[in-house]
């Protein structure tokens, strides 16, 4: 069976495109203010995880530290559970309304959510209400990356010139890493200037508040996007959630593949990015600045990874990319987290990093496109994106929280490696069944 790309008529019509210079242009434009968007959704939702330790004292005392980091996290993860939910009801909104109106929606509600946790008095302040409302808005988060993925991603397929799906479906991914540097640079800055009694205090709570002063910006960017021209062509969208379910029930395999792709590239990413700052802190007991520099360092290389494995995929197909990463996760990762707890060290803590940001990028680059190519056309995006929540909501979102537990549980600092490689054999399995999956046209 051929490696290549599945046609999509709907979304690239087969012939040729001359652009102009204006056209490119206009073209690398729309791009950035979708992906910018994007990079904001992200930004705001995995901040919380890099000041877990900070927020666990603020809003979940107990009786001991690791309980505390557990609640902390726990609350991390609990945002992914939203993420199945906001991907049935706003992935609905966006295939019956437009991608336009939906991308505006979904930064309005994380900018709701990420409000409600910068503001929150502290547990110490008003007690109980306190954790439920930082919950709260974690919910509130989920409900908007639900969809927001797989928004951007349909957006970006469908404005694609044609041989090039996967190079603009890269921007999707690659907008995030944006975030993760933004978000590690924002962190040194602020470990350098307070103290850790500062941070404690108040220091977490000023990334939240630069999340929130930039959305306005993000907000009239998107507002001046355009509608696709394949959503608008499109003879009929589905009118009620209920009709969307119902598609996706019919296509229910085509799901379960599609959740099984991502399980790969979300536990990843978690790891090496939200999970980072953590780990080096709480398990490897390194300085944290120094951490923030190797997360930044992670997020540079994810996006340079990500474009080249989308233009890759583009020449070769989707599916020899997703098969030999995985097997090579599963073959390194261990050994080489291995190797790092043994003599923990910035320098070997950059080095396996950046080994695991190779597996990702690559990975992702291939998989985003292919994921978008086999969803049926009127529930494409949420069809994208409740395969995308299912695999964050049971593997990827608890990566930080598992992983704490694992290493306590084994007394093994190199357990969540063993995560990683089994997240990889579960992808692996997808990715084989994807080899049966046909556009709905």
């Known amino acids: 069976m051929t490696t290549q790309p599945l046609p999509l008529s709907d979304i690239a019509p087969p012939e040729r495109i001359v652009m102009t210079g204006a056209d490119r242009r206009a073209r690398i434009g729309t791009v950035l203010r979708v992906a910018s968007g994007n990079f904001l959704e992200m930004y705001d939702f995995i901040v919380y995880g890099y000041y877990a330790a900070y927020i666990a004292k603020a809003f979940f005392p107990a009786a001991n530290e690791f309980a505390s980091l557990m609640y902390s996290l726990v609350?991390?993860?609990?945002?992914?559970?939203?993420?199945?939910?906001?991907?049935?009801?706003?992935g609905a909104y966006i295939d019956r309304k437009g991608r336009r109106k939906g991308l505006?929606?979904?930064?309005?509600?994380?900018?709701?959510?990420?409000?409600?946790?910068?503001?929150?008095?502290?547990?110490?302040?008003?007690?109980?209400?306190?954790?439920?409302?930082?919950v709260a808005g974690r919910l509130l988060q989920g409900l908007s990356a639900g969809v927001e993925l797989g928004g951007v991603s349909v957006y970006l397929a469908e404005i694609a010139t044609p041989g090039k799906r996967g190079f603009y479906c890269s921007w999707q991914s690659a907008s995030q890493q944006v975030a993760v540097v933004?978000?590690?640079l924002t962190g040194l800055v602020l470990t350098g200037m307070l103290t850790?009694?500062?941070?404690?205090?108040?220091?977490?709570?000023?990334?939240?508040?630069?999340?929130?002063?930039?959305?306005?910006?993000?907000?009239?960017?998107?507002?001046?996007?355009?509608?696709?021209?394949?959503?608008?062509?499109?003879?009929?969208?589905?009118?009620?959630?209920?009709?969307?379910?119902?598609t996706m029930a019919e296509n229910w395999v085509l799901v379960l593949t599609g959740m099984l792709l991502v399980v790969f590239t979300t536990t990843s990413f978690y790891l090496i990015t939200a999970y980072t700052p953590t780990f080096g802190r709480q398990a490897l007991h390194l300085e944290p600045s120094m951490v923030f520099v190797v997360t930044c360092g992670v997020g540079i290389s994810n996006f340079l990874w990500l474009p080249l494995s989308g233009a890759l995929s583009d020449r070769i197909g989707r599916r020899p990319l997703l098969y030999v990463i995985p097997v090579l996760a599963v073959l390194t990762s261990y050994p080489a987290m291995t190797w790092l707890v043994a003599a923990p060290s910035i320098g070997r803590l950059l080095a396996v990093e950046l080994l695991l940001s190779f597996f990702f990028g690559v990975y992702n680059g291939a998989m985003v496109p292919l994921l978008v190519e086999i969803m049926p056309a009127r529930v494409r995006t949420a069809g994208f994106s409740l395969a995308y929540s299912l695999a964050t909501a049971v593997f990827g979102g608890f990566t930080p929280a598992l992983s704490t537990y694992l290493i306590e549980a084994t007394g093994n600092k190199a357990a969540p490696a063993l995560w990683l490689s089994a997240a990889a054999a579960v992808s692996l399995i997808g990715v084989q069944m994807s080899r049966r999956a046909r556009p709905a046209m």
Not at 76 to 90: D, E, H, N, Q, S
Not at 119 to 132: D, E, K, Q, W
């Open 104 to 134: 505006i929606v979904t930064l309005a509600l994380m900018a709701v959510g990420t409000l409600t946790i910068a503001v929150t008095p502290s547990y110490a302040s008003i007690g109980i209400a306190a954790p439920l409302i930082v």
């Open 75 to 90: 609350t991390f993860g609990a945002g992914y559970l939203m993420r199945p939910v906001g991907a049935i009801v706003l």
């Open 196 to 246: 850790s009694d500062a941070m404690g205090a108040y220091g977490w709570r000023i990334p939240l508040l630069i999340g929130c002063g930039i959305i306005p910006v993000i907000l009239w960017l998107r507002r001046s996007l355009q509608e696709t021209t394949a959503f608008s062509k499109m003879p009929d969208h589905p009118r009620r959630v209920s009709a969307v379910l119902g």
């Open 182 to 184: 933004f978000t590690a």
